[in-house]
């Protein structure tokens, strides 16, 4: 498919956007998966869908949101699938210990990814998109098809269940330099 014919030359195919979101996509896959090589396997899958489906694109719709919409339902998907299905448990346990990192950076960073493995999915990729990913309320509802006080309440629910999680007092964030974690805990910058 190429693009319609422009006064200033050809046009761009929109599909040339996709690449553009793949940091971001990669990003809000693993945090949902918990996984390096499964956040792949979903971007992967994600960019598939998209790439065959583009027909269902509303050229000049918000693009990003829409590749995060094809996103969430596979991941969501996939868990629905996996939950008929017998898992291990093996390192269950262990995954729920946490105790405070004696040093900032990575230790903080995967004491974090570790917690959020047991938010429910929905606090989760509130979380994600909102904290981590920097998505304004309104972008997170729309990807989520929810309503933007539900993006806000599932984001408050999830920092606080984080925060008991981590062992972390009233008020008090993690310190670390790390930019993940303290945007993930941090609840200001998108006005909640």
């Known amino acids: 498919m190429s693009g319609a014919q422009t006064p200033d030359g050809p046009a761009v195919d929109p599909r040339d956007e996709i690449v553009t979101h793949l940091p971001a996509l ?3 896959a693993r945090g949902l998966s918990g996984d390096v090589s499964a956040a792949d396997d979903l971007v992967q ?3 598939l869908k998209a790439w ?3 027909s269902q694109y509303n050229a000049g719709t918000n693009m990003r949101a829409w590749l995060f919409t094809i996103l ?3 991941y969501l998907s996939k868990r629905r699938k996996q939950s008929r299905e017998v898992s291990d448990g093996e390192g ?4 729920r210990m946490a105790s ?3 040093h900032d950076g ?3 960073l995967q004491e974090l990814n570790a917690a959020m493995k047991f938010l429910p999915v929905e606090q989760r990729e509130a979380l994600i998109l ?3 990913m920097g998505f304004s309320i309104e972008e997170a509802a729309e990807t989520c098809n929810c309503a933007p006080g539900t993006i806000k309440s599932r984001a408050n629910r999830a920092r606080k269940a984080l925060a008991e999680m981590l062992h972390l007092e009233k008020g008090e964030n993690p310190t670390t330099t790390d930019k993940s974690v303290a945007m993930v805990m941090a609840g200001a910058p998108n006005g909640f």
């Not at 269950?92 to 995954?95: G, H, I, L, Q």
């Open 72 to 74: 969430r339902n596979t």
């Open 130 to 132: 909102v904290g981590a």
């Open 52 to 54: 065959t489906k583009f």
């Open 45 to 47: 899958e994600t960019v």
């Open 106 to 108: 990575r230790l903080a």
């Open 92 to 95: 269950v346990f262990t995954a």
């Open 26 to 28: 990669r990003a809000f």
């Open 100 to 102: 405070k990192p004696d």
